[in-house]
């Protein structure tokens, strides 16, 4: 009895969604961006506090359907890898020169409003939400002995692969485009983004021995191309 009534809500979700689609219009992006973004560091006396933030590039590819002037979006970012290297230090373990890299993949739903949409420029603003899968895969760079026992680092090359922490962390985001149509089906919009993203306290498992994670705010401007499955005409021209 359970798999009918699971099987006829299925069917009837199926037919809403076939029904609802015809009035929706689906797109595809793919953006280029800059991201202000703060990398993890390691606190000393020199540098008490997080490190500054530095520019780093993104790349975000996308999909989303056009309920008339609202698009509902889902989108993928990748962004290049900050590196910060660092000293491991433990009297009872090795000792060792160790070296981080720092990568954000944010995996986001958006919510865009186009009051302008079937005009030939067309302000956006954009808000949303999601998880921020940050990656810090660490590798030692010199063995220097353990601290019962210290040696001179000697370098190991290639660098020897130590371990890699996945943490996902909450997101929100919200900022604006400007959507320049190029044709019917193809538009480009230069726009921003403001992110803040739930840091851990630590970047990798070494907690106090190891760095600090980064800020959690993100700052980003880049140029988004779309392009319309269906050719997007004013509703007045259609039939």
Same mark, same amino acid.
């Given at each position: 009895?359970?798999?009918?009534?699971?099987?006829?809500?299925?069917?009837?979700?199926?037919?809403?969604?076939?029904?609802?689609?015809?009035?929706?219009?689906?797109?595809?992006?793919?953006?280029?961006?800059?991201?202000?973004?703060?990398?993890?560091?390691?606190?000393?006396?020199?540098?008490?506090?997080?490190?500054?933030?530095?520019?780093?590039?993104?790349?975000?590819?996308?999909?989303?359907?056009?309920?008339?002037?609202?698009?509902?979006?889902?989108?993928?970012?990748?962004?290049?890898?900050?590196?910060?290297?660092?000293?491991?230090?433990?009297?009872?373990?090795?000792?060792?020169?160790?070296?981080?890299?720092?990568?954000?993949?944010?995996?986001?739903?958006?919510?865009?409003?186009?009051?302008?949409?079937?005009?030939?420029?067309?302000?956006?603003? %954009?808000? !949303?939400? /999601? +998880? $921020?899968?940050?990656?810090?895969?660490?590798?030692? *760079? #010199?063995?220097?002995?353990?601290?019962?026992?210290?040696?001179?680092?000697?370098?190991?090359?290639?660098?020897?692969?130590?371990?890699?922490?996945?943490?996902?962390?909450?997101?929100?985001?919200?900022?604006?485009?400007?959507?320049?149509?190029?044709?019917?089906?193809?538009?480009?919009?230069?726009?921003?983004?403001?992110?803040?993203?739930?840091?851990?306290?630590?970047?990798?498992?070494?907690?106090?021995?190891?760095?600090?994670?980064?800020?959690?705010? %993100?700052? !980003?401007? /880049? +140029? $988004?191309?779309?392009?319309?499955?269906?050719?997007? *005409? #004013?509703?007045?021209?259609?039939?």
């Amino acid at each position: 009895m359970r798999t009918r009534f699971v099987t006829l809500m299925a069917l009837v979700l199926i037919g809403s969604a076939a029904r609802a689609s015809q009035g929706q219009d689906l797109y595809i992006t793919g953006a280029a961006a800059v991201n202000s973004r703060a990398p993890g560091w390691t606190p000393s006396l020199a540098t008490p506090s997080g490190s500054e933030a530095s520019n780093v590039a993104s790349v975000t590819g996308g999909m989303g359907v056009w309920v008339r002037q609202v698009g509902l979006e889902g989108a993928v970012s990748i962004t290049r890898a900050q590196p910060i290297a660092w000293h491991y230090g433990y009297l009872f373990g090795g000792n060792a020169d160790e070296i981080t890299y720092d990568r954000d993949v944010p995996l986001l739903g958006l919510v865009r409003v186009a009051p302008l949409r079937w005009r030939t420029v067309s302000p956006e603003p %954009v808000i !949303g939400g /999601g +998880v $921020t899968l940050h990656r810090g895969a660490t590798y030692v *760079t #010199a063995d220097c002995g353990s601290g019962s026992n210290p040696k001179p680092c000697v370098p190991v090359t290639p660098p020897r692969a130590e371990e890699v922490k996945n943490t996902p962390e909450w997101t929100v985001i919200f900022g604006a485009d400007v959507a320049f149509r190029a044709s019917s089906r193809v538009s480009v919009a230069p726009g921003f983004r403001v992110s803040y993203i739930g840091r851990p306290v630590f970047m990798t498992w070494f907690d106090h021995r190891g760095p600090y994670s980064g800020g959690g705010h %993100v700052w !980003g401007v /880049g +140029v $988004t191309a779309r392009y319309s499955i269906h050719a997007q *005409t #004013a509703p007045a021209q259609r039939r």
